[in-house]
């Protein structure tokens, strides 16, 4: 019993002890004092707390959220788009009127002439008229051409000039009313990796009034493709794209970001697959249909302003074999002016031009292309070949001395 008391009496020493010691007063809450965490206190600070608003009140949001769907490509086809058109191109063609009956090709012709329709694309350069698009799209010689517009409207159209070599040709709308028109980017600016959006009318779907877009970036710059015989186009510097370019949309603009042309959509490479469209597309760079165009506005064709002073012609085996010529490719040079600068800087007949500048000749019609990459005034390395040895010169380019002017 005595133990139990004791014990007892410990224990009440104890609690007063611990009472007295205890933060859980009232004055500490009074004083501000900081309190033990309690779940408790957590929710009844939370019903008494000003900063949550009344759900009947109305909420502010803490970020705005741009819904807004136009971007730098949705400003460039908008800026751009009016000024694409589609062309449509009627021609004359001769096709064999009866191709197995001879009898009946005796009597009444072997040839009959055809109306032959193609489509294409274009884009308006002008508030005049003026429409740039590809020579193949208009032919050699059309007997009709009708531009459309994005607006519905339809015009006739001449061909002011185009020049094959290059593949470039200039139209001209027969209308007095102003058309919205694109403008030209420094194709030397282009940069590999930025975007490039191609306009045009594939397949003939410009009846609804809208061109089609597609969109990728700038694979590649200054590829050049090296002449078929067959194919009297050069494609030199071209811009590669990613971006779709189907049947029809030859001719459309590839614009920048900025809604500027950066070049002619022109032609793609299926690398013989035959399965259309790889990601292989390919377009003329506006700074060499700036120069082609305004020969064409001038004069109606393409012609060098300089002189070479010399005539020539491509290595065939017919010529290798007649006067015993090294099997080599490139010019064989048939008659030099003595007035002009290839005489000036040595060349002879019967030199064999191998190189133009830093390229290869590969055919008469490459030569003409890279002839046209100069201008009167500057100077042209040419590597030759004579009595099987090689020669270089530098041609300064300038027009031929007349007689009268001695």
């Known amino acids: 019993m005595k133990n139990r008391q004791h014990y007892k009496f410990w224990l009440t020493a104890a609690l007063l002890f611990l009472w007295q010691c205890s933060p859980y007063d009232d004055s500490s809450q009074e004083s501000g004092q900081d309190m033990p965490f309690s779940a408790a206190l957590v929710e009844e600070d939370a019903n008494n707390t000003d900063t949550i608003a009344d759900p009947g009140a109305e ?5 705005q959220i741009d819904t807004s769907r136009e971007n730098a490509i949705t400003m ?12 449509m191109v009627t021609s004359q063609v001769q096709s064999p009127r009866f191709s197995r009956d001879e009898f009946l090709r005796h009597f009444f012709g072997d040839q009959v002439q055809r109306e032959n329709t193609q489509m294409g694309s274009g884009f308006i350069i002008s508030d005049d008229g003026l429409v740039v698009t590809n020579q193949h799209v208009v032919g050699n010689n059309p007997s009709e051409i009708m531009i459309s517009t994005m607006q519905g409207s339809t015009y006739k159209a001449e061909l002011i000039g185009s020049d ?3 593949d470039i040709a200039l139209l001209k709308i027969q209308s007095d009313e102003p058309f919205l028109f694109i403008e030209f980017s420094d194709s030397d600016n282009v940069r590999v990796g930025e975007w490039a959006i191609a306009l045009g009318n594939p397949f003939g779907l410009f009846e609804d009034g809208q061109p089609t877009v597609t969109v990728g970036v700038v694979s590649a710059r200054n590829r050049d493709f090296r002449p078929d015989p067959s194919n009297p186009r050069v494609y030199m510097d071209m ?4 971006a779709s370019i189907n049947r029809g949309n030859s001719g459309g603009p590839l614009l920048n970001s900025e809604g500027e042309v950066i070049g002619i959509n022109t032609f793609i490479f299926t690398g013989g697959t035959g399965s259309g469209f790889v990601g292989l ?9 700036d120069r082609i165009i305004s020969q064409l506005l001038s004069s109606g064709s393409v012609v060098l302003d300089y002189n070479p002073g010399m005539e020539f012609t491509g290595m065939t085996e017919q010529l290798v074999y007649r006067y015993r010529l090294p099997y080599v490719q490139g010019l064989l040079v048939t008659s030099v002016n003595k007035d002009g600068p290839a005489f000036e800087c040595g060349i002879m ?19 003409w292309a890279l002839l046209r990459e100069y201008d009167e005034g500057q100077q ?3 590597e030759l070949l004579r009595d099987n040895n090689r020669y270089e010169t530098e ?6 001395i007349s007689a009268s002017a001695e």
């Open 164 to 166: 094959e070599l290059t």
């Open 380 to 382: 042209m390395k040419i």
């Open 349 to 367: 007949p019967g030199d064999i031009i191998l190189k133009i500048g830093d390229e290869r000749v590969v055919s008469e019609m490459h030569a």
């Open 59 to 63: 909420r502010t949001p803490q970020r």
């Open 281 to 289: 597309g390919f377009a003329i760079p506006s700074n060499r249909i």
């Open 239 to 242: 811009i590669q794209t990613d």
């Open 395 to 400: 041609m300064i380019l300038r027009q031929k």
């Open 76 to 87: 460039a086809v908008e800026k751009a788009s009016s000024s694409v058109v589609s062309i």
